[in-house]
């Protein structure tokens, strides 16, 4: 697993609107180290760093050096970003040990072209993206690869279908990761059948609610006087 370094400084100002803003000025963005029996350090990292370890690898171990005095084993564990700008404005770093398993999210990389829509004209229906495991450190992976090119029309791939020696996949066995499809079953899916019109018991069609109405006419027209 890759291992990178990255400088940080200990906030000591409690995080007001002010102090947070005034760091994301300057180009940092705040974040919170925690665990491994230790207290909680609140601390700051230059935002184009971040994002560089974050584009290289979202999994990577990180040597958090701050005030280039204390040292960190970390991983990044969650990224907030804005709402509107989409910018990162906060971080998670979670403190590890190489001789301990970590539980984490790892992104899912689809290889291959299905057989079934490559040959069969069906298509792919992808309902995960990424896996939670558990780990040592040393064997996160960057990426879970897997080989979808055989799979044909009706085939399925399933949690429970993938083996790994390193690791331990942490899902629901049953959850379906990747199934192939005809498009007529996409259509079923998509479009929904016309409901046939239900007539409740007692009730009258508008035809017959029609004829009644003529009956009740004709019922009460009046006859006419014959001349004498």
Known sequence: MKTVSLSASLREKSGTRSVLREIRNKGFVCGVVYGGGKEPLNVSVNLNDLIKIIKESRNAIVTLKIDSKEEELVIIKEIQKDAITDKIIHVDFNRISTDKKIDLKVPIRFVGEPYGVKTQGGI???????????????????????????????????????????FEIRENPENLIVSIVSTKEEIAHTVSPTQPEVIE?????EEEIGEGKKEEVKKEEPKKEEKK
Do not use: H, N, Q, W
């Open 201 to 205: 018991k007692g009730k009258k069609t």
């Open 124 to 166: 792919a229906e992808y309902d995960m993206r990424e896996l939670s495991i558990r780990c040592f450190p040393k064997d996160i992976p960057d990426e879970i690869a897997i080989d979808v090119s055989s799979l044909k029309i009706g085939d399925s791939l399933r949690v429970k279908d993938l083996k790994f020696e390193k």
